[in-house]
């Protein structure tokens, strides 16, 4: 096993696209197989090669299962070619309809996708620093002496170094006026910047199949689904391991009505629930019992929020929490519900 990473590497460079779209024959050695179980079984090896801590590639996000381009990986002096590889790989479980059993960060989907990062993100990395992007928009800062200004100090091969975020940063303070700015110039430092060259021979070697213009069809949670599949998700098992705050407790009406309207969704809209409140569609390994927030073990969490009409439900996707209105009716509670799903990708909140 522990040359298939290299071998395979090696061959998909040496090999025309155009043959490698026509199909893949895989052999392993020493066994007879061949057809499409010995294809998938590559794939899935592949898959977990491409985060095997060995090769530095991937660094695993702060809830310990999803995965993104690790900041230091030049410590493996090929590291960029095995990124354009990796980004072959991905694409032609794509073109080929393989799925892989790896789930990214939704900051990384979004690289793929070309879609601008935006704060939010930086929870999957280190969930304090984005409460304190949160904290810095959410409060006027101009009294408060924080004399920060458009640089930050990062780290560069264990080393800390003051890195401004636009040309002549360090002698521009932040104010009330341009925070927004700043927010935004960190958040690309963090998520893009400080990984541009890994991104860029992924998405070169991502793009020899899938082209660009095809992939934007989607957004981050449905990229996430065409590459790792829909996951089976057991609701008694969900509704078992879902604790409740803010005023609601499970026999609370409106709970009862929410688990009813959870029951009557499709597979895909759980799937969609999933994702609207803890920002991935995986589901742990051994059920809901195990699901991971921001700083460890968090499970699903369902918070009273006062009803006013044609208020929808939002979500603290770093504490895996659904802020639910009071609706008066089971009706109103699917219709908003499904409202936001489908349309409120965008309603996030941060704890």
Not at 153 to 177: C, H, N, R, Y
Not at 244 to 250: I, K, N
Request: aromatic residues 12%.
């Amino acid at each position: 096993m522990d040359s298939i990473f290299q071998s395979s590497c090696e061959v998909v460079s040496k090999s025309s696209n155009e043959k490698l779209k026509q199909g893949i024959a895989v052999r392993f050695h020493g066994e007879e197989g061949m057809g499409q179980g010995v294809v998938r079984e590559w794939f899935d090896i592949l898959s977990n090669e491409i985060i095997n801590p060995d090769y530095a590639l991937f660094t695993q996000s702060a809830d310990g299962t999803t995965f993104q381009p690790n900041s230091n990986s030049s410590v493996n002096p090929d590291h960029l070619n095995y990124f354009r590889f990796a980004g072959q790989i991905l694409g032609l479980a794509l073109y080929h309809r393989q799925l892989v059993n790896i789930y990214f960060t939704r900051s990384f989907y979004k690289h793929i996708l070309g879609i601008p990062v935006n704060y939010q993100d930086v929870a999957s990395i280190d969930p304090e620093y984005a409460k304190n992007l949160q904290w810095i928009l959410d409060n006027d800062i101009s009294d408060l002496g924080l004399e920060l200004t458009f640089s930050v100090e990062t780290d560069v091969f264990g080393a800390m170094e003051e890195v401004p975020l636009k040309p002549g940063g360090m002698s521009i303070l932040v104010t009330q006026d341009n925070k927004a700015e700043y927010v935004q110039l960190v958040t690309e430092l963090r998520m893009t910047r400080a990984i541009q060259p890994q991104i860029n021979a992924f998405l070169q070697g991502f793009h020899t199949f899938i082209p660009p213009s095809l992939i934007q069809l989607f957004d981050e949670y449905e990229l996430e689904l065409l590459l790792s599949g829909m996951p089976e998700i057991d609701v008694a098992d969900w509704s078992r391991n879902t604790e409740y705050t803010s005023g609601y407790d499970q026999d609370e009406p409106i709970i009862q009505w929410f688990w009813e309207v959870v029951h009557s969704l499709t597979q895909e809209e759980r799937v969609l629930l999933l994702q609207f409140v803890t920002g991935s569609s995986r589901v742990p390994h051994g059920g809901f019992a195990y699901l991971m927030g921001g700083s460890g073990l968090q499970k699903f969490t369902i918070a009273a929020v006062p009803y006013t009409a044609n208020l929808l439900p939002t979500s603290s996707t770093c504490i895996n929490m659904l802020k639910l209105p009071e609706y008066p009716t089971k009706e109103i509670l699917r219709d908003r519900l499904l409202v936001a799903l489908h349309c409120g990708s965008y309603g996030y909140t941060m704890a």
